[in-house]
């Protein structure tokens, strides 16, 4: 079984909805050790293919329409479900809610897979982050450091 | 989906599974059908605006960004419709390289609707999450020949969205035949991946719904069309491509922000898998005609229910040139041919996933985009789909209102309607 896996969702293109891409640009430039980090547009199909096998995954995306910009939420996904219209969908409606869903019907959810959801207000064309979600990211840089350096137990 | 009664009105809201942003709104009087529209919300994004005064080179490459499942229908039909413009005839190796791209598109497109999008409607499931609770290998099939698409699309195009690698005239690189090899085996599994989809789909219940559409796609010489041919109908329409805004036009109707297009002078028409098979049902390989035959599907089909088993003979067919292509491939000795820009006008069509799409640009002196033109193939569907549920609905009015519009979901998803890259899509209003 591989081992630790950090995939950052968004487009780059989209202003907040970067969050996800740019916590995980800046988790690979840490170079934590046994840490394998992916950029991904958030489509089901590949999030599958991506942490098969793996052990631990954490994945970062923006979130819209729960509350102030820069809010974090953390969810573990053997504890509780996604909210599907929160995050990012992809394509046809396919995205993390769905993956996650799919895997767990499945089978083939990993040990630990934990998704933090970054709170975004503006998704329009450009490649900045709102200060707001620039500290927010930050946050969710340090938080996912300190877990790949002291991993919890797998969830039940 | 959640539905709810609001005095005489019924409102359904948010369906998943198919593309864009829109709703349904059903008005009946006295127990009859008063009127079907399909409003399309989702903004207008502008492209062919967007377009203007930037290169034509950039033409593939901003265009693919307009739809995330099939960018490379987007390309395809922009790079014909450029080196017609400009006089250039792209042939041989880089010619099969965009089928064998155009066939993972296909591959991957198509196993996504079939497994995950439309085979729960037909099984009564919620979702292809609920079916995968009974059905997990039939699943695990859908989203490995889905992968296997996908897989196509990045050795040649060097990633499965908004691919990179397809310029005017052909590559910016090309593969070397051992990069190609390995998708062999694995595009043998996909063959029989797809025959099996195709029993499995043929065995599900259709209801009888046989429509006298205007049936309308690609016809090529030799070919299963997928970049290139005239445009033909069922009922005696032969043009080229360069014609095509001679026969069909488009207008605006006040509840949508999608244009509708109509053939001129005879109105709705019919673009996708159906009307590819009807029409070109003598140009597949011989695997999937049989594949089709024992699925009890001929050419004479109409009943929109059973483009799920054309979109699984045609993952076979798509399995099969793919394969065809890998195994007899030799690179060219350059990734692309010349082109020299010149001020000219230049349409392409190509047959994505879901049907026809056009594009016409006119280029400048200075190698500028002056206009640009596209018409996708939902918005030719989207009267078409309008008449099919003025005909469906009142075979179903005693249903309850929710189930009923379950119904209407699963007729608006025989046509796979891409609106936009966007997410959830329908909501149905039935007004009393």
Redesign the interface.
């Known amino acids: 079984m591989r081992g630790t896996l950090v995939i950052g969702i968004g487009n780059r293109d989209r202003s907040d909805d970067a969050a996800g891409l740019v916590a995980a640009r800046r988790i690979r430039q840490k170079h934590p050790r046994d840490v394998l980090v992916l950029e991904q ?1 958030g ?1 089901a ?2 999030l ?2 991506a942490w098969r096998d793996a052990r631990t995954v954490l994945v970062v995306d923006a979130a819209s329409g729960a509350g102030p910009a820069g809010t974090v939420r953390r969810f573990d996904a053997h504890r509780e479900r996604l909210p599907a219209g929160l995050l990012h ?6 995205g993390i809610a ?1 993956a996650v ?2 895997a767990r ?3 083939q959810l990993p040990p630990t897979v934990v998704v933090y959801a970054v709170e975004g207000s503006s998704f329009g064309h450009g490649r900045r982050l709102t200060p707001e979600v620039e500290k927010a990211v930050e946050d969710v840089v340090r938080r996912i450091l300190e877990e790949v350096s002291c991993p919890s137990p797998a969830s039940p | 989906m959640s539905g709810k009664r609001i005095g005489s009105t019924l409102t359904v809201e948010t369906l998943a599974r198919v593309e864009g942003e829109g709703a349904l709104r059903l008005r009946l009087e006295g127990g009859a059908v008063a009127s079907v529209q399909l409003h399309i919300y989702e903004p207008p994004r502008f492209f062919e605006a967007l377009l203007r005064g930037r290169r034509f080179d950039e033409a593939p490459d901003v265009t693919a960004r307009i739809c995330g499942i099939c960018p490379v229908a987007y390309q395809m039909s922009a790079v014909h419709a450029l080196e017609s413009a400009f006089g250039v005839r792209v042939d041989g190796p880089i010619r099969e390289l965009r089928r064998l791209l155009y066939c993972g598109e296909w591959i991957e497109s198509h196993a996504l609707h079939v497994y995950l999008l439309h085979a729960p409607d037909f099984l009564g499931y919620e979702s292809a999450i609920h079916m995968a609770a009974d059905h997990a290998d039939l699943v695990q099939r859908g989203l490995r020949l889905k992968k296997i698409g996908n897989r196509v699309m990045t050795a040649l195009a060097g990633r499965e969205i908004h691919p990179i690698n397809v310029r005017v005239g052909g590559f910016y690189r090309v593969p070397a035949a051992s990069e190609l090899a390995p998708l062999a085996e694995e595009l043998k599994w996909a063959r029989d991946a797809a025959l099996e989809t195709v029993r499995w789909v043929s065995g599900f219940p259709f209801p009888d719904f046989d429509r006298d559409y205007e049936l309308v796609a690609l016809r090529h010489p030799s070919e299963y069309p997928l970049c290139e041919g005239r445009i033909a109908s069922s009922k005696g329409l032969d043009v080229a491509v360069s014609e095509y805004e001679e026969a069909f036009a488009e207008e605006h109707v006040p509840h949508s922000n999608a244009l509708h297009s109509i053939l001129r002078g005879r109105g709705a028409y019919h673009v996708g898998p159906l009307a590819r098979f009807a029409l070109n049902f003598d140009r597949l390989p011989s695997v999937a005609r049989e594949a089709a035959r024992e699925a009890g599907l001929g050419p004479g089909c109409r009943n929109p229910f059973r483009s799920i088993v054309v979109r699984a003979v045609e993952t076979v067919f798509a399995c099969e040139e793919a394969l065809r292509i890998v195994s007899s491939y030799e690179p060219p000795d350059r990734p692309f041919a010349d082109v020299e820009p010149r001020a000219a006008v230049g349409c392409g069509a190509s047959e994505a996933p879901r049907g026809i799409l056009y594009h016409r640009y006119r280029i400048g002196a200075g190698g500028l985009i002056e206009e640009a033109k596209i018409v996708p193939p939902t918005a030719q569907n989207l009267k078409t789909i309008e008449n099919d549920l003025w005909q469906l609905v009142p075979r179903h009015l005693d249903l309850p209102r929710e189930e009923l519009a379950l119904r209407c979901e699963q007729a608006i998803r025989n046509y796979d309607p891409c609106i936009s890259c966007a997410t959830h899509f329908l909501r149905l209003e039935v007004e009393e």
């Open positions: 547009d489509h199909a590949a599958l293919e969908a992809s394509t046809h409606s396919w769905e869903e799919m019907v499945l089978g």
